[in-house]
């Protein structure tokens, strides 16, 4: 293992440098953190234009389990100050990213993550784990089945917490084998530009209710 990152597990150094030039400017206008894995970070990859042209500010970090997102959540989130963050964690902790997992431990981390965000009188929106049908990097875990146990437990907690389900699941699903629908990504697990294209006005659509909840 890499000596920086035994010290540094949850990244926190990662977004260190941009969060203090953001947190030192005036925010002009609704400020939104995604707070997410490889999908999150990817996005502005591929259409960077997205978030600038928004107000959207990216912390996802590739690779990263909900432990990891909650650890740094306090710095990459509250402190940004934002009317709302996007969450979409889950999928690294069933690939088995940072060790073995179950549904419930990482509905937990989300949970805690939906709690420190409510306390700080931040919107949340709770997204669907996207589908997978199988790992490339880690092959054979079957993990279709548990990524809908996650998106069913999700589902009903946004309701019942009263913040806002953005269901990703449902326009990108190949209903054949509950994997990510064939053109929407080369990997089978993360989205290319047409897989966003489909996430883009779900999530805006869903921002505006959030910010007007």
Known sequence: MHTL???DWANLRRYQKDNARLVSLE?????????????????????NGFFNNNNYINRGIGGQTTPQMLLRFRQDVIEL????VVILAGVNDIAGNTGP??????FNNIKSMVELAKANKIK?????????????????????KKI??????????????DIVYVD???AMVDVSNNGLRKGLGEDGVHPNEDGYAIMEPI???????ALNK
């Not at 997992?101 to 990482?106: A, L």
Request: charged content about 15%.
């Open 101 to 106: 997992s179950t549904i419930d431990m990482i």
């Open 148 to 161: 809908i146990e996650l998106n069913m437990l999700l589902e009903p907690y946004a309701s019942e917490q």
């Open 124 to 144: 949340v929106l709770l997204c669907s784990v996207l589908p997978v049908f199988d790992f490339p990097w880690n092959p054979g875990l079957k993990p279709a």
């Open 27 to 47: 925010a002009n206008e609704p400020r939104v953190v995604f707070m997410g894995n490889s999908i999150t970070e990817g996005w502005s990859i591929i259409n």
């Open 168 to 170: 990703y699941f449902s």
């Open 5 to 7: 990152y035994a010290q």
């Open 203 to 209: 999530i805006q659509k869903e921002i505006a209710k």
């Open 81 to 84: 100050h934002p009317k709302a």
